[in-house]
Antibody, heavy 118, light 109 residues
Framework: QVQLQESGPGLVKPSETLSLTCAVS?????????WGWIRQPPGKGLEWIGS???????YYNPSLKSRVTISVDTSKNQFSLKLSSVTAADTAVYYC???????????WGQGTLVTVSS | SYVLTQPPSVSVAPGKTARITCGGN??????VHWYQQKPGQAPVLVIY???DRPSGIPERFSGSNSGNTATLTISRVEAGDEADYYC????????????FGGGTKLTVL
């Protein structure tokens, strides 16, 4: 059974960099699929942040692209998100998920709340 | 960028049929996926590639896609279907390749 688990600081100061990691179990990232990050501000809808293929190819939401880096570490079977220059508008529950070539997200982590505040 | 429009809310009585729409320019030419999200939980894929159902999703859930509207249909609605529903499309040729709709709150009366 594929499982994903997000981890990282729950509180980030404005202007700093948000860093999250998604640990994958039950499947080897190097075997394939896309791995993505999606966020959801409190009380609002889903927003795709970006996705990375197991080989390292990336797709980013153009509205966040200048601030986002997604990377994969196959040796640790995990992938990561870095979002720079955060503001209060980046406060959200951040989900990691696995998707197919058609970018349907079939496996999701439980989500982690990141609050941007001084 | 591509915009997906969903009604903010849909209400339906138990046992009736709920239809949740997802509007987009020529969405019928794209593949649409649907997710169900209950409070405090991660989204769950309920329909993919317009009308396919993942294993474990009841047959009461179905989907269609044509023209400028995709539709998620839930037959014989149960109280446990009350949730937020999101449509999503992927277009690798777009400058904004992956988009979610704004979400629809399904209320079971």
């Amino acid at each position: 059974q594929v499982q994903l688990q997000e981890s990282g600081p729950g509180l980030v100061k404005p202007s700093e960099t948000l860093s999250l990691t998604c640990a994958v179990s039950g499947y080897s990232i190097s075997s394939g699929y896309y791995w993505g990050w999606i966020r959801q501000p409190p009380g609002k809808g889903l927003e795709w942040i970006g996705s990375i293929y197991h080989s390292g190819s990336t797709y980013y939401n153009p509205s966040l692209k200048s601030r986002v880096t997604i990377s994969v570490d196959t040796s640790k079977n995990q992938f990561s998100l870095k979002l720079s220059s955060v503001t209060a508008a980046d406060t959200a529950v951040y989900y990691c998920a696995r998707s197919s070539a058609g970018q349907l997200f079939s496996y999701w982590g439980q989500g982690t709340l990141v609050t941007v505040s001084s | 960028s591509y915009v997906l429009t969903q009604p903010p809310s849909v209400s339906v009585a138990p046992g009736k049929t709920a239809r949740i729409t997802c509007g987009g320019n020529n969405i019928g030419s794209k593949s649409v996926h649907w997710y169900q999200q209950k409070p405090g939980q991660a989204p769950v894929l309920v329909i993919y590639y317009d009308s396919d159902r993942p294993s474990g999703i009841p047959e009461r859930f179905s989907g269609s896609n044509s023209g400028n509207t995709a539709t998620l249909t839930i037959s014989r609605v149960e109280a446990g279907d009350e949730a937020d529903y999101y449509c999503q499309v992927w277009d690798s040729s777009s400058d904004h390749p992956l988009v979610f709709g704004g979400g629809t709150k399904l209320t079971v009366l």
